[in-house]
């Protein structure tokens, strides 16, 4: 079944998840869809062909290991991982519990950290490979309640390339994109009636960029990109 190349994309809800799995198999790969719940990615796998979905909690390494060499004999060697999956919360260093901080770091780095462990190897047998990232301005900046997130989503930057000096030189490429908005999703228009449309980035346009950082010319790779919308203060 290694017709189709084979794309992973963990962390598929209905926003940006969902988007990203429909771009990669409007382009022919079969995409595998992981995440925790089976109701979020069951439609998904019923609407779209060659789509798969595996229950998995990226932040297990047993779990990831069994997913992907599940994968791996069922389907093929994925050529493509989109690690999309969050763990969030917000509130200042002083209230937060400190398992807050623990559990978002073994979603946001320690998940990266097991799946590249797991795909690496069949792409540097290939000479090629894509392994991308999706992140935000907690990356770049600790802002005030945010002490249990922005910790975790800088070291998952830096782990980010990491892995990117590293297989780079093999023909892989590692991005990482840093989305700077609110993402339209029905639960953030419910909390912003008042923002006007141009106020989110659309999911779909989120995917469309890492499509084209997955198709960009080997000679002018990007590791670091950013998105927002056209009236955001930044």
Not at 3 to 31: C, H, L, N, W, Y
Not at 185 to 195: G, L, T, W
């Amino acid at each position: 079944m290694a017709e189709k190349p084979i794309a992973i994309v963990t962390g598929v809800g209905p926003g940006t998840g969902s988007a990203i799995v429909r771009r990669f198999a409007g382009e022919g790969f079969r995409v595998i869809a992981l995440a925790r719940s089976p109701e979020r990615i069951r439609a998904l796998e019923q609407e779209l062909p060659d789509t798969h979905a595996v229950i998995c909690d990226v932040s297990s390494q047993s779990q990831v290991a069994d997913a992907v060499a599940d994968i791996r004999k069922r389907y093929g060697a994925p050529s493509a991982l989109i690690h999309n999956a969050v763990g969030g919360g917000w509130g200042t260093f002083l209230e937060i519990e400190p398992q807050m901080l623990d559990r978002n770091f073994q979603v946001n780095v320690m998940g990266l950290l097991y799946l590249a462990r797991e795909v690496a190897p069949d792409m540097i047998k290939a000479g090629r490979g894509t392994i991308l990232v999706t992140g935000n301005t907690s990356a770049i900046r600790g802002k005030a309640n945010f002490a249990g997130f922005a910790p975790t989503k800088a070291a998952q930057r830096i782990l980010s390339e990491s892995i990117a000096r590293e297989l780079g030189p093999h023909g892989i490429h590692v991005a990482y994109l840093l989305i700077d908005a609110v993402i339209d999703v029905p639960r953030m228009r419910e909390r912003m009636r008042d923002a006007p449309d141009e106020f989110f980035i659309k999911p779909s346009a989120i995917a469309d960029e890492l499509w084209h950082l997955h198709t960009q010319d080997r000679s002018a790779w990007s590791f670091l990109t950013e998105l927002r919308p056209f009236g955001e203060k930044w």
